[in-house]
């Protein structure tokens, strides 16, 4: 059936959608006219059903009766007061829900998204590729996309450092990567002695076993503390540098989220601290793998965290943003003398005998590269830093308005807020689920966003400007008044 071309359907053979709203009969002329698709009665049926609006409160039975959310208690979610939201487009920095209510996207729709919703140079990226092929497998071909993004990424820091990459499906994937290849390597050096990683309290690298047991952070990690990469926990840079020199050489790799650690509640680094690491690893031998999987791509200010103390790793790892938050791709970059390591003859093994079905999914890459467009051509870099700096100013006025603010803690276009007791300044009973019931009543103010426990996070699209930036932070403000004032 595949390249046969439809000749324009008299009407009468629509029939099927007579009855169906115009724009899914207008979408179908179109579908018809660009693939020159065969529309099938079959097809048209499903077609038509896809675009068609159902009603929320059918679509919320089905989501309790078959859909298992990540992260969420479903007893709650299931219960039968509870309303989910169902999110049913974007535009820019807001969303809109399927009983037309629309939201600021405050946390960027869980960190992903960088210029906003259906912008026109990522969505004609997808659509031009998809017009050639969907997916092909990286595991024996190659494809235009993926190695044009690999040479754009490379291309995004000095010459001859971070040179090769890889590319795997989410954030998690890329820090496993990161962490075989870096397992490997010391095989292949007979290093045998190196055998842990250090990693930081508070941590978060994601769920995947191995990501998870770097981790520091009990909920996530202590059910399956018997499983994953041995792992020595430190909580600041003094006592990574305390670690005696005997110990030291035991050492393969340190990881870190670079200037700040999201879902330890967003908490910030002293400054400077990264380029102690990166001595330190340089000193002891180890390797220096950073997690940019949230701070990458300008939500700190600059491209990635790491420029901020001019630090190269051994291992980057980036996810969410890569795409500009349209579909999950990842990317492991790493440098030539740990790629050299794994060349030699089929017979040695030396192969990094690692992938996933969808790497380098040229989809994926076509976004990302349409991304990287968007940076290019609209500055992104220098029109945010006006926005950052009201982003600033309004969040530092609030906490200091606000009796239920404490700790502010900021990088760019990243911030968490403590909740605390308006009258003792301490924190709140987590049990009491403050933070969790403030952001529910900031959809009555159009905002969406996440708390980490009882700390308010906001990290909106690049995209936003400086009138939302103040309306954002007002929703907060009045929705901690609302939920924790009386
Ligand atoms: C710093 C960091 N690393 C890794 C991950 C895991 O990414 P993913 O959820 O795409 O697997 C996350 C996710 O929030 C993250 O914030």
């Given amino acids: 059936m595949q390249g046969r071309k439809m000749a324009a359907p008299a009407r009468g053979k629509f029939e099927l959608f007579e009855s169906r709203p115009r724009d899914v009969e207008t979408r179908l002329r179109e579908l018809a006219g660009w693939g020159g698709l065969v529309i099938s009665r079959g097809l048209a049926t499903f077609l038509a059903d896809l675009s068609m609006s159902r009603d929320t409160q059918q679509l919320r039975q089905l989501d309790k009766n078959h859909l298992w959310h990540p992260f969420t208690q479903m007893k709650d979610w299931c219960a039968s007061e509870e309303d989910p939201l169902i999110i049913s487009s974007g535009k820019g920095v807001m969303l809109t829900d399927s009983e037309g209510h629309s939201y600021l996207d405050g946390n960027s729709s869980i960190w992903t998204n960088v210029h906003g919703h259906r912008h026109p140079t990522i969505d004609a990226a997808i659509r031009s590729q998809l017009d050639q092929i969907a997916h092909c497998s990286a595991l024996g071909f190659s494809n235009e996309p993926a190695i044009l993004l690999a040479e754009k990424l490379v291309g995004l820091f000095p010459e001859n450092t971070l040179t090769k990459v890889f590319f795997s499906d989410d954030g998690s994937t890329a820090i496993e990567c990161a962490c075989k290849m870096s397992i490997q390597y010391r095989q292949l050096k007979e290093e045998t002695r190196r055998t842990r990683f250090v990693a930081f309290g508070g941590a978060y690298h994601g769920d995947t076993m191995g990501a998870a047991s770097l981790g520091g952070i009990g909920v ?30 035991a050492v393969h790799a340190v990881i870190i989220e670079p200037l700040i650690q999201g879902a330890a509640g967003m908490r910030t680094w002293p400054v400077g601290m990264l380029r102690r690491i990166r001595e330190w690893c340089d000193r002891v031998g180890a390797f ?107 969040l530092e006025a609030a906490v200091e308005r606000s009796p239920h603010f404490g700790a502010l803690r900021r990088v760019g276009l990243i911030a968490g807020i403590d909740l605390v007791d308006a009258g003792t300044g301490a924190g709140l009973d987590w049990k009491a689920e403050s933070g969790a019931r403030v952001c529910r009543r900031a959809r009555h103010y159009g905002l969406l966003t996440r708390p980490v426990r009882d700390t308010l996070t906001l990290m909106p699209p690049l995209a936003i400007e400086e009138g939302q930036v103040r309306s954002m932070v007002e929703a907060l403000e009045r929705s901690a008044e609302d939920v924790l004032g009386q």
Avoid: W
């Fill in 288 to 394: 220096l793998i950073l997690d940019e999987v949230m701070t990458g791509f300008g939500r700190t200010g600059k491209m990635f965290a790491c420029e901020h103390e001019e630090v190269i790793p051994d291992f980057l790892c980036l996810a969410k943003g890569l795409t500009g938050g349209y579909l999950p791709l990842a990317a492991t970059l790493t440098h030539d003398r740990i790629y050299e390591a794994f060349l030699g003859e089929y017979e040695e093994l030396k192969t990094f005998f690692y992938g996933h079905s969808y790497c380098a999914n040229p989809l994926g890459c076509a976004a990302a590269l349409g991304n990287l467009q968007v940076f290019e051509e609209e500055e992104v870099l220098e029109r945010i830093q006006p926005v950052i700096e009201v982003f600033a100013e309004e």
């Fill in 220 to 249: 996530f990690q202590d059910r399956f503390a018997s499983h994953g990469y041995p792992v020595q926990r430190v909580d600041t840079v003094e006592e990574l540098e305390a670690i005696p020199d005997e110990d030291s050489d």
